[in-house]
């Protein structure tokens, strides 16, 4: 078993040694476990999680305007009933009022 030392900072932080990032697999913004088994800890890269996932891909476009969209719907909803009814026998003039 090979040892290698670090040294905790006045924050509680360590530098990870480049060896054992190298030898986990470790790339900036990877996200890791301790397991703490008596006085001893493990120390193993996070297995994947959603909660981990969050975040981490950036949608294609912005986001839809969903009042938009709706309002839209409504729109073309009234369109195509109004169409309906100026062709609807018996009908001979229908006209839409002002919002």
Request: cysteine-free; aromatic content about 8%; charged content about 30%.
């Amino acid at each position: 078993m090979k040892e290698i030392n670090t040294t905790v900072t006045q924050r509680g932080q360590v530098t990870i040694p480049v060896e054992v990032r190298r030898i986990l697999g470790l790339k900036p913004g990877d996200r890791l476990v301790f397991r703490v088994e008596g006085s001893s800890v493990t120390l193993a890269p996070a297995p994947f999680d959603l909660d981990s996932a969050y975040g981490s891909i950036k949608p294609l476009h912005e986001p839809e305007d969903f009042e938009e969209i709706s309002r839209i719907a409504r729109e073309d909803k009234i369109q195509e009933t109004l169409s309906y009814y100026r062709d609807f026998p018996g009908v001979s003039s229908f006209r839409q009022s002002e919002p």
